[in-house]
């Protein structure tokens, strides 16, 4: 069957069974616009700017686990797209960004908003396509899906000249994709499963730490059975929160520069780490060269790029988390880890690292804990950047699985309102929560628009303290005070919310919060509430930049004397 270019694109989208596009238009993606009205299937969302049309792809997928696909024009609406494709990227997030370029005779004459986008996006992609015919649009949208899901995922761009999309051409779409070169290892090898086995089977002090791949790959059974059997403490990445739940008794939260020091303690004094699914990111392992000093590594990943990057490595198994652990499970004998647990147990209660302090003064860390406690911790959450970030991160409980949404690699402000939007899209049944800092909410504020035309239920609560929190802290601590540009201020939040038609609370003492977050979830539609929280709050523990594990700081011990025991403490039964 003969079809334009813009048709084929449609077509293809369909048969991979997209269901939203998040984009804006223009010019040289015209006509694949003008065409969109003849597939209804295809719902396209307009955000207003295109950075939000990647990060909204991009929560979509992490929600969803499909593959989010944005578009949007030449020029400067590609380029915009950038921050969030590399966002993608750092992160092994599935998205097909698909942006319209200017027609085939004028590429590479400066023509009017034409950039070399393939060139820009080359080492921010998995892959890109810049389309010379139309002929070849369902071959490329095939491989581009396909790339984009399989393997260690990663964002897809597809680059298309506003002439290819008016072209015609015989439209068949293929059955499957033909990529030689590319195929990714997903069942690990046995002999060195075999090893690896045998490596739990002989540890004393055994921790795993869990990443994204065990989410990205669903491995959630499986990682439970292997930690309930072995008897295995389970740590997580920023990025491996809620692929394991938080209340089980052989959960201890989050490693790394902001981690629970308990769970920094334990794979400092392990003396096998079982690495799943992560990449030993610079702020998960902290002085690289005092990683894990007593510990044989295993190193699971289907990226074999990944594997003694950053770390030695004992063990390395490249395949598929899930198909890694159905072998792995075989071989792993039941036993208990009486005095190592205890061991943990015992750090947990001398190193409260979950514990809020009684304050007058709000606390973010206290609006947290009060979305978690209405919420009952079934809400999907979206962070921002910062101390926002880190104090979602530590005083949410994550016992569903993958509930928690954030930009670990990039680290990048203002993702949390669009990939927020996104995620909600997505999974339109599940309550989401923007948990923002008032510097990145301002950096994607426009999305407030998307929510109220679009309809899209997302609350917000913007954890307020005027200031651009997480470098002030670095100042006061690194940089004694000096709190050069940090200081941030901002419109009226809850006339913003209203001025776009978003009904909006101001909070400011104790008492008001839970009254406040009740009356955001009976709200059927987007609420905003703004938690003017303490100033000055730090994110504890943390491990100065340098340090190792080991040396993390606790909150000063005057914050610590106060302490309440309001902590939900998962205590191990053993
Ligand atoms: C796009 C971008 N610019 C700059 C930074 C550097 N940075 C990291 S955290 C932070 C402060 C964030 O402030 P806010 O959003 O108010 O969150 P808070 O730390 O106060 O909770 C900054 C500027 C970044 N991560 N991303
Ligand atoms: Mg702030």
Redesign the pocket.
């Known amino acids: 069957m003969k079809m334009t270019g813009a048709q084929m694109i449609c077509e293809s989208l369909v048969r991979e069974g997209v269901e939203v596009i998040f984009g804006i238009l223009g010019g040289a993606i015209l006509p694949l616009y003008d065409t969109l009205p003849q597939y209804p299937q295809l719902r396209h969302i307009l955000v207003r700017h295109e950075q939000g049309a990647a990060h909204a792809a991009d929560g979509y997928a992490r929600a969803t686990g499909k593959v989010g696909v944005c578009f949007a024009t030449s020029g400067p609406g590609a380029t915009n797209l950038v921050?969030g494709i590399a966002n993608a990227c750092l992160d092994s997030v599935p998205i097909v960004a698909i942006t319209g370029q200017v027609a085939r005779p004028f590429i590479g004459k400066d023509a009017f908003q034409e950039v070399d986008i393939t060139g820009i996006t080359l080492p921010i992609t998995k892959h890109n396509y810049l389309v010379l015919d139309a002929a070849s649009i369902p071959k490329i949208v095939k491989e581009a899906f396909y790339l984009a899901r399989s393997g260690r995922p990663g964002p897809v761009l597809i680059d298309l000249p506003r002439d290819v999309q008016i072209e015609q051409a015989e439209f068949h779409y293929p059955s499957k994709v033909d990529l030689s070169r590319y195929k990714p290892t997903l069942q690990g090898h046995p002999v060195q499963i075999k090893k690896a086995a045998e490596l739990i089977n002989e540890a004393q002090r055994p921790v795993i730490i869990a990443g994204r791949g065990v989410t990205i790959s669903g491995a959630y059974a499986e990682l439970k059975e292997l930690v309930e059997k072995a008897q295995v403490p389970v740590v997580t990445t920023l990025l491996g929160i809620s692929c394991f739940p938080e209340s089980h008794v052989l959960s201890y939260g989050m490693i790394g520069m902001h981690g629970m020091a308990y769970a920094n303690l334990a794979v400092d004094a392990a003396d096998l780490i079982i690495a799943i699914g992560m990449r030993f990111d610079d702020r998960a392992t902290a002085k690289v060269s005092a990683f894990a000093p007593h510990a044989h590594i295993i190193h699971i990943d289907i990226d074999p790029a990944e594997i003694g990057k950053n770390v030695r490595v004992d063990i390395p198994i490249v395949g598929d988390v899930k198909a890694v652990f159905q072998e792995l499970n075989k071989l792993i004998v039941s036993a208990k880890h009486i005095d190592w647990i205890r061991q943990l147990d015992g750090w947990r209660k001398e190193h409260p690292s979950t514990v809020i302090r009684d304050s007058e003064g709000l606390l973010p860390q206290y609006v947290v804990r009060q979305i978690y406690e209405v919420t009952k911790g079934e809400a999907i959450i979206v962070t921002?950047?910062?101390?926002?970030?880190m104090w979602a991160a530590q005083h949410y409980w994550y016992d569903k699985p993958n509930s928690f949404i954030s930009s670990g690699g990039l680290?990048?402000?203002?993702f949390g309102l669009p990939a927020a939007i996104g995620a909600k899209v997505g999974c339109p049944e599940s309550t989401v929560w923007c948990i923002?800092?008032?510097?990145?909410?301002q950096?994607t504020i426009q999305e407030l628009a998307t929510i109220v035309q679009e309809k899209v239920a997302v609350k917000i609560a913007i954890?307020h303290?005027g200031?651009?929190?997480?470098?002030r802290q670095w100042q006061e601590l690194f940089y004694e005070k000096r709190y050069v540009a940090t200081p941030?201020s901002g419109p009226d939040y809850v006339k913003v919310a209203e001025a776009y038609g978003i009904p909006a609370l101001r909070v400011k003492h104790n008492e008001e919060v839970v009254p406040a977050i009740e009356k955001a979830m009976a709200e059927p539609g987007p609420f905003l509430i703004d938690f003017v929280v303490e100033p000055e709050e730090n994110v504890y523990p943390m491990v100065p930049p340098g340090a190792a594990l080991a040396e993390v700081l606790e909150a000063p011990r005057k914050e610590k004397e106060a302490l309440s025991d309001s902590a939900k403490l998962p205590v191990s039964n053993i």
């Open positions: 921050t921002g950047v910062g101390q926002n970030q680290g990048t402000m203002g923002d800092g008032d510097g990145g909410f950096m954890l303290n200031y651009l929190g997480m470098v941030l």
